[in-house]
């Protein structure tokens, strides 16, 4: 698998991406914000949809810490939105079909299901500080606890804690 294009302390590359809400979501745009990208395989399946309202009841806490939120799978705007609305995301998902965050942040992973193998999303959160640098990342997400430790982090670093 080749090697992640984003490096800890490192600037992430601009990046444009089409996102619920008629939204197209540009990294510069979001200079001076936190943001935290998670990356999930499918929507309306149990852990995503879990992962999902995890970060949709933490939401106000991130806000009031100067984030935004984002989920990125490869489902299309369509099923997005369906999924925002059905489990009242206050954050705007994005779609990445043709893979291009996916490949940016290295998250394609060979998965098995049912003795199959195929490529699939590996579950990941990433950490923009407001200046565009990768501040942290967190591979292989296990739902469980993932959105505290997230909310952890982003407090110790915003007190220059780390």
Not at 21 to 44: A, C, E, I, Q
Not at 141 to 150: F, I, N, P, T
Request: with cysteine.
């Amino acid at each position: 698998m080749s090697e992640s294009n984003v490096q800890a302390g490192q600037p992430v590359p601009d990046f444009s991406a089409p996102a619920t809400g008629g939204r197209t979501v540009r990294l510069s745009d979001l200079k001076g914000k936190w943001v935290v990208l998670y990356f999930y395989p499918k929507d309306h399946t149990p852990g995503c949809t879990l992962e999902g309202r995890a970060f949709r009841d933490h939401y106000e806490a991130f806000k009031q810490l100067g984030a935004e939120i984002f989920g990125v799978s490869r489902d299309s705007l369509k099923t997005h939105e369906n999924f925002k609305a059905r489990q009242g995301f206050p954050f705007e998902l994005i779609s990445d079909q043709d893979e291009t965050l996916c490949r940016l942040f290295d998250v394609i992973r060979p998965k098995k299901m049912f003795g199959r193998e195929y490529r699939g999303i590996e579950r990941s959160t990433f950490l923009i500080d407001p200046e565009g640098r990768l501040a942290a990342e967190w591979r292989k997400v296990k739902v469980q606890g993932h959105v505290d430790e997230v909310l952890a982090k982003l407090r110790a670093l915003r007190q220059g804690g780390g």
